[in-house]
Every structure is written in structure tokens, then in C-alpha cells.
Antibody, heavy 115, light 110 residues
Framework: QVQLVESGGGVVQPGRSLRLSCAAS????????LHWVRQAPGQGLEWVAI????????SYSDSVKGRLTISRDNSKNTLYLQMNSLRPEDTAVYYC????????WGRGTLVTVSS | QAGLTQPPSVSKGLRQTATLTCTGN????????AAWLQQLQGHPPKLLSY???SRPSGISDRLSASRSGNTASLTITGLQPEDEADYYC???????????FGTGTKVTVL
């Protein structure tokens, strides 16, 4: 079954860290770039980061640059998002998505940053 | 990073036609075109169209996308109740080296 499954969300205090994972199955993982996209409660979609198929290229939105790090383990078919120095405004559902056109999405994992 | 501009809402009657717009600039929509995504309430987004008018398999041919200059459009003909959703556009911005999303349009079928 072709799918992406996010995990690792939860409630975390401001300033702390969290690592999200996205497990892929049903397609050739090493062929595709992957994204993280987030959606704050009641708000629109915000692109967070992209990583190329081999991990050699990464790009970030200005709002997360220097605090969030995208990575992947092609031997495990898994995408990651390391989130450091978390802020209340990082509270959102975090989705992973496949390919240059976002042709496959996971169901998301909720991150709540609150004291 | 500035996003792409979409009208907040569009309301049309059953079986009517709705045209959604997405305005960017020459670094994003005008250069690379736009993808269109649909998000039903409580669900993740789903790709409807990419590279301006290529539809993934399983997407209805009632949907068609186009681009004129820095504005992309998504036309939904024969509106059905299941078309009620939020619609987003997205494009790669060559100046920012980043993707940008539209502000989203909520479609209501009356």
C-alpha cells in the first residue's frame, strides 16, 4: 500500500526539542524528494522544508531556518524533522508529502508547543 | 516569505461552474506554474493538478487547471456537494529557493 505515516508529535514546552518521523511504503523511496508541510489550527498550509531523493539538497522556509532540520534514512524508508528551540507558533499538524507536486500525503501528526 | 494570493471564498450553486484563482509573480507561478490541492474537512490535502493541467489518476475531468502570466486558475464544472472543501495552490519560487502555498479558497456549494 502506497502511504506515508507520520509519528512523534505531542505536547512540548517552549524551547524544547522534538523529532518527527515519516515512514514510507509502497513506492521506491530513493526516487523522490520529500517535504514537511504544516498547518496551524484553523489556518492554511505552510511549507516547511524539502529534501532531495539522496539527501544532498535541503531547503527551508525562513520561519524555521536554523531551528528545524530535515533529514532522511533511505535504508529505513524514513523521513525526519528535528525540531529545536520550539516556539508556540510552531504549534500545528505536521504533514510529510512526496514529490515535487505533493502527490502523496500522510495523515499528519500534531505538535503542540505550550507551557 | 510571501505566499500566493487566493480569494478566501467562492460560493456557487449545484451543477454550476467555479473558477478559483492563484496569483503569484514571475519567480513562482509565472515561471514554474502551480499545483492545486484539495483539503476536505478533517483530512490531509490531496493533489488535484500539477504542471498546470496534468491530473493524477482518479481525479475527475470536471477539474481543469490553466495559467495566464502570473495567475493560475482551477475550474470546477458541474459542482457537486463533495466539491465543498478548501483549495490551495502551490509553486516553487526560484528566487526564494522555496515552495510557497496559496492562502486557500473555501468552496461552498449552495
Amino acid at each position: 500500500q502506497v502511504q506515508l505515516v507520520e509519528s512523534g508529535g505531542g505536547v512540548v514546552q517552549p524551547g524544547r526539542s522534538l523529532r518527527l518521523s515519516c515512514a514510507a511504503s509502497g513506492f521506491t523511496f530513493t526516487t523522490y524528494g520529500l517535504h514537511w508541510v504544516r498547518q496551524a489550527p484553523g489556518q492554511g498550509l505552510e511549507w516547511v522544508a524539502i529534501i532531495s531523493n539522496d539527501g544532498s539538497y535541503k531547503s527551508y522556509s525562513d520561519s524555521v531556518k536554523g531551528r528545524l532540520t530535515i533529514s532522511r534514512d533511505n535504508s529505513k524508508n524514513t523521513l525526519y524533522l528535528q525540531m529545536n528551540s520550539l516556539r508556540p507558533e510552531d504549534t500545528a499538524v505536521y504533514y510529510c508529502a512526496k514529490g515535487g507536486s505533493f502527490d502523496l500525503w500522510g495523515r499528519g501528526t500534531l505538535v503542540t508547543v505550550s507551557s | 516569505q510571501a505566499g500566493l494570493t487566493q480569494p478566501p471564498s467562492v460560493s456557487k450553486g449545484l451543477r454550476q461552474t467555479a473558477t478559483l484563482t492563484c496569483t503569484g509573480n514571475s519567480n513562482n507561478v509565472g515561471n514554474q506554474g502551480a499545483a492545486w490541492l484539495q483539503q476536505l474537512q478533517g483530512h490531509p490535502p490531496k493533489l488535484l493538478s500539477y504542471r498546470n493541467n496534468s491530473r493524477p489518476s482518479g481525479i475527475s475531468d470536471r477539474l481543469s487547471a490553466s495559467r495566464s502570466g502570473n495567475t493560475a486558475s482551477l475550474t470546477i464544472t458541474g459542482l457537486q456537494p463533495e466539491d465543498e472543501a478548501d483549495y490551495y495552490c502551490s509553486a516553487w519560487d526560484i528566487n526564494l529557493s522555496a515552495y510557497v502555498f496559496g492562502t486557500g479558497t473555501k468552496v461552498t456549494v449552495l
